[in-house]
């Protein structure tokens, strides 16, 4: 075998809330995850040595070495598989990214969950569906997800999956990328502060939210437009103010909905349908308030095997 291709998608959040710090510094979570046809490609061939290349969209931004999400995907897999029969050998990783780095997309955790499912063939350890997520889960926050793909609620750090039973309705999102990026750490801790300054205001417990599930039940695209929530956009925005301006912009030109995407700064619109999403896109790249745009549609599925040979 000379290498396996898997392609994965990027991720918004139509729900994003966010409960108290936990004690290991993480924050629970209930959110909810939607994939969306902005695709990364990961190949993995076998190697004298572990190594990883990166190319594409912000390919100067992702560390190339073992510090790589991809690379500490391989070397969980590969702890995992040691005491089957199989030879998990040392493999060459490439990147091919269109994903943006640190957009509030998930492009790290996309190529990991892809570089797992490509060594998992390639190895062809056996490990059921279910062990892949765990190990998945133990790389990232979002890594499990993007392994799923779909529509789905995340609870506990985001791990912990049900599949969202929706109908086969299409989504078409207008995403516009930020000039600059930011840190979800960082942005988790402006959450923070934010609400510790709000004196006497202790965070509640995340719920989901009931109204966007029925939405997303019904297939209504206006309705799933007005329930979009991220408890994450004012820290977004607090340390990146220009965000104010790309979702007024967005909401003047008439969408059903608008949010920053995770910890941002990629901000994201819902279009009626794909006409309004072009003529959405064409009007915010002509408005300045963006570096570029993107139309995506969702959901598509997890990160799937595209070539093996
Ligand atoms: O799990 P992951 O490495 O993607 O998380 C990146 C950072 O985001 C964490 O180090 C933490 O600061 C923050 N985070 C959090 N609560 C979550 C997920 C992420 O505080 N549920």
Redesign the pocket.
């Known amino acids: 075998m000379t290498g396996i291709t898997v392609r994965v998608p990027a991720k918004l959040n139509l729900q994003l809330a966010?409960g108290p710090?936990r004690a290991d510094?993480?924050?629970?979570?209930v959110t909810v995850f939607h994939a969306v046809s902005l695709f990364d490609q990961v190949t993995v061939e076998p190697a004298g040595r572990d190594e990883v290349t990166v190319a594409g969209e912000g390919a100067d931004r992702v560390p190339a070495g073992q510090d790589n999400l991809a690379m500490r995907a391989v070397a969980a897999l590969r702890a995992a598989a040691r005491n089957r029969k199989t030879s998990p050998g040392s493999v060459h990783v490439t990147i091919a990214k269109r994903i943006p780095v640190a957009a509030g997309l998930a492009g790290?955790?996309a190529d990991a969950a892809a570089a797992l499912v490509a060594c998992n063939e390639l190895w062809a350890t056996g490990l059921t569906q279910r062990r892949l997520r765990e190990i998945a889960a133990t790389v990232?926050?979002?890594?499990a997800f993007a392994l799923l793909g779909g529509t789905a609620v995340g609870r506990?750090?985001?791990e912990q999956l049900t599949p969202a039973l929706a109908p086969t309705t299409r989504y078409h999102w207008v995403l516009a990328f930020a000039d600059g990026q930011l840190s979800?750490?960082a942005v988790?801790?402006a959450l923070d502060r934010l609400r510790s300054a709000q004196e006497g205001i202790v965070p509640p417990g995340a719920t989901l939210d009931a109204a966007l599930m029925s939405a997303l039940r019904s297939g209504d695209a206006a309705q799933v437009g007005q329930r979009l929530s991220n408890d994450l956009q004012p820290a977004a925005v607090s340390l990146f103010p220009a965000l104010r301006k790309t979702l007024a912009a967005g909401l003047e030109l008439g969408t059903l909905g608008a949010l920053v995407a995770g910890?941002g700064p990629t901000c994201v619109f819902l279009a009626a349908n794909a006409e309004r999403a072009l003529e959405l896109a064409v009007s915010l790249s002509g408005a300045g308030v963006c570096r570029s745009v993107a139309r995506v549609s969702g959901p598509v599925p997890g990160a799937a095997v595209v070539s093996a040979g």
């Open positions: 966010v710090p510094g993480y924050h629970d979570l790290g955790s990232g926050s979002d890594v506990g750090r985001g979800t750490p988790y801790a910890s």
